[in-house]
C-alpha cells in the first residue's frame, strides 16, 4: 500500500461542505483510493473509491488529483451523523492497512 | 442484503478457555477478512481469505487460529489468549480480492481476556 497522510482533526459546521484531504504521493499506477469511515464503536463502513477519474455516489465525490497524488473527499451537506473518523486507503489487492484517519467533528 | 452479521456481539474469556467467534454473510463475495481493533487505534488486518483458501496471514500469533468452511462463513477459533488480545474483532467480505473491490464490514465482537 502507498503510504496516505491525513490530517488529525477537522470540523466541520452543521451543513456546510466538508473537504477531508489525503495525500497519497508515492501511489502505483494500479492502486485505487479508497474512503471509509468509521462512526463510534461501529465496524467501519465504505463511502467511496476511485483509480483515476473524479467519483460521485449518493454519499460523498471523491476529487482526485490529474498526477494521483493526492485526493479530496467531498460530504456535500454535513450533518451531525457524519461524526466518525475517516480514513483514506491506497491499495491494489482490496487488502486494506489502515492508517490513523481524520476525525470529523460536524458541529451545530 | 449487503449485511455481514458477527456472533457474539460480546466475548469474555479466560486465558485457558477456548472460544470461536462467527462471521456470515450471503452476497456472494468470496473474498473475507479478519481486522483486530484496539482501543482508540485504527483496524489492524489478520487474515484474508479468497475463494476459502487463506491468503494473507499477517503474521498473527498461532492462539488466533482461522477457517474459512464456506463461502459465506468465517470462524475465528481462539485458545490461551492474553489479556493483550482484548479488541473489538470486525469481519467484512468483498466480492473478491483485487483492485477496485469495496468492503462491507460487520458491527465486531468485542472480546474481553481476562
Known amino acids: 500500500d502507498a503510504k496516505t497522510t491525513q490530517p488529525t482533526s477537522m470540523d466541520c459546521a452543521e451543513g456546510r461542505a466538508a473537504n477531508l484531504p489525503c495525500n497519497h504521493s508515492?501511489?502505483?499506477?494500479?492502486?485505487?483510493v479508497y474512503w471509509y469511515r468509521q462512526i463510534h464503536s461501529q465496524g467501519p463502513q465504505y463511502i467511496i473509491h476511485?483509480?483515476?477519474n473524479n467519483e460521485t455516489n449518493e454519499m460523498a465525490s471523491l476529487i482526485i488529483t490529474e498526477d494521483r497524488k493526492s485526493s479530496t473527499l467531498i460530504l456535500p451537506h454535513a450533518t451531525l451523523r457524519d461524526t466518525a473518523v475517516y480514513y483514506c486507503?491506497?491499495?491494489?489487492?482490496?487488502?486494506?492497512?489502515f492508517g490513523a484517519g481524520t476525525r470529523l467533528t460536524v458541529k451545530p | 442484503d449487503t449485511e455481514v452479521t458477527q456472533t457474539p456481539k460480546h466475548l469474555v474469556m479466560g486465558m485457558t478457555n477456548k472460544k470461536s467467534l462467527k462471521c456470515e454473510q450471503h452476497?456472494?463475495?468470496?473474498?473475507m477478512y479478519w481486522y483486530k481493533q484496539k482501543a482508540k487505534k485504527p483496524p489492524e488486518l489478520m487474515f484474508v481469505?479468497?475463494?476459502?483458501?487463506?491468503?494473507i496471514n499477517e503474521s498473527v500469533p498461532s492462539r488466533f487460529s482461522p477457517e474459512c468452511p464456506n463461502s459465506s462463513l468465517l470462524n475465528l477459533h481462539l485458545h490461551a489468549l492474553q489479556p493483550e488480545d482484548s479488541a473489538l474483532y470486525l469481519c467484512?467480505?468483498?466480492?473478491?480480492?483485487?483492485?477496485?473491490?469495496?468492503?462491507?464490514f460487520g458491527p465486531g465482537t468485542r472480546l474481553t481476556v481476562t
Open positions: 467484512a467480505s468483498s466480492p473478491r480480492l483485487g483492485g477496485g473491490n469495496e468492503q462491507y
Open positions: 508515492t501511489i502505483s499506477g494500479n492502486e485505487y
Open positions: 452476497m456472494g463475495h468470496r473474498a
Open positions: 476511485g483509480l483515476k
Open positions: 481469505y479468497s475463494y476459502e483458501k487463506l491468503s
Open positions: 486507503i491506497a491499495n491494489n489487492n482490496n487488502d486494506m492497512r
